[in-house]
């Protein structure tokens, strides 16, 4: 609103300071600001709401230290952080941005998702929430559009590098020699494509085109199969994380700062070349929206800290999951995230193998057995006696690590 705003003036009338909403760095700095100043300021009201409508969180005796304390800490918390990334968003977003509506559509399609799911659990007392077929309805539904939207808006598209041809020169001996070495160029006209970065590989690009013969139609399905995939997996696997007070909440944050910086460079034509990685047109316009999730994340520690005040629910874990993906695939990182969100692959690979393995030998012998003490694979650590800070500090720790790795693939080719 703010940016259309200020753009108007700043054509118009040519106003001194309304050009600052031009600059990118800017409006992230706002974003951030706004976003904890909504936290901080509308969060104390919103608990004390859920407090006054009971709506606590019902906890299963699962035989963990200090777990039936927290029954009645309120939940659906994750409606303070989806306010905090959509108000700044609103304010100093670019509004007519694809990628912005893309994330902003995936924010609210999440969020009322989990909502619904939460609101099932505190109203209608059921502790199973939302059938798990409705999530993936739901899950399935958001991977549709956005691999529907990637694959066909125009607003979407990249600009590919291309190399000038040698010139090379034959002397009288009969000797030849290059006269201008060759220099790689971005191509004047953007193009449409499928095409995502793969790690670790010297010209990292894969169009997913390439596995279907370039048949648009069999490329529009096979990429909206991945776009499902990915989004159905990384919203479950911080649904998983969210376990432990702040725990989610300082995962995804260094999670989102390499997501943000990755667009920047994605976004920025010089930077872009320099480092040899795909150039996005308008993504670096990302960066506002991944300042502002920072700032809410940041911001709703302030209550979900240990000993946590409220809990973000599934409406907040959800939209961060699937926020995460969607933001990935608008800058065609997807196939970063599992190392980036090694943490949420971790949590939902532990269920999958503690699950399997019971039941495998529940049938073969009768019994069945664990891999763990408890799955996810937090609670494991809970259950051999660590104190839940120092879980979820070794767990943001480790989510930096990765973090920082993932930069690295930028130069590792």
């Known amino acids: 609103m703010f940016y259309h705003f200020f753009d108007y003036l700043t054509s118009h009338f040519d106003l001194p300071g309304s050009g600052l909403m031009r600059y990118l760095s800017f409006r992230s700095v706002a974003a951030v600001v706004t976003a904890l100043l909504v936290v901080i300021f509308c969060g104390k009201s919103i608990i004390r709401a859920l407090q006054r409508h009971q709506i606590g969180e019902e906890i299963r005796d699962l035989g963990l230290e200090g777990q039936l304390s927290k029954k009645g800490t309120p939940t659906m918390g994750g409606v303070i952080i989806l306010l905090a990334i959509l108000v700044p968003m609103l304010l100093v977003g670019r509004l007519d ?39 993936i309805v739901g899950q399935v539904g958001l991977g549709v559009i956005v691999g529907t939207v990637m694959c066909f808006s125009q607003d979407v598209v990249i600009r590919e590098k291309v190399s000038s041809p040698e010139v090379i020169s034959v002397s009288q001996t009969g000797y030849a020699t290059v006269e201008q070495p060759a220099s790689v160029e971005l191509s004047p006209t953007a193009q449409k494509t499928t095409k995502t970065t793969i790690p670790f590989v010297k010209d990292n690009e894969f169009d997913y085109g390439w596995l279907v013969g370039g048949n648009k139609v069999l490329t529009w399905l096979l990429y909206i199969a991945v776009a499902i995939f990915v989004v159905t997996a990384v919203s479950n696997g911080a649904n998983l994380t969210d376990g432990l007070d702040g725990l989610l909440t300082t995962v995804s944050v ?35 929206f991944a300042a502002a999730m920072c700032g809410a994340l940041l911001g709703f520690l302030w209550y979900n800290s240990f000993p946590a005040q409220i809990f973000m629910g599934d409406t907040g874990s959800l939209s961060i999951g699937g926020v995460i993906a969607v ?20 949590e939902a690979l532990s269920v999958i193998v ?31 006696g660590l104190f839940e800070t120092k879980i979820m500090m070794r767990f943001f720790i480790i989510s930096l690590l990765l973090s920082a790795l993932t930069l690295v693939t930028l130069k590792i080719q």
């Open 97 to 135: 941005n694809i990628y912005v509506i893309l994330m902003l559509i995936s924010t609210l399609w999440l969020g009322l998702l989990g909502f619904l799911d939460d609101y099932i659990k505190t109203f209608r007392h059921n502790k199973d929430g939302l059938k798990g077929k409705f999530k």
């Open 254 to 288: 260094p999670i989102m700062l390499v997501l943000g910086a990755l667009a920047y460079l994605s976004g920025h034509i010089i930077y872009a070349d320099y480092l040899n990685i795909m150039y996005i047109p308008e993504s670096a316009e990302l960066v506002v």
């Open 327 to 346: 933001f990935a695939l608008c800058i065609r990182k997807e196939l970063l995230l599992p190392l980036l969100c090694g943490i949420f692959l971790v």
């Open 354 to 384: 503690q699950t399997s393995y019971f039941k495998y030998t529940k049938k073969k012998y009768g019994e069945g057995r664990r891999v763990l003490l408890m799955a996810p694979i937090h609670h494991h650590y809970q259950k051999k």
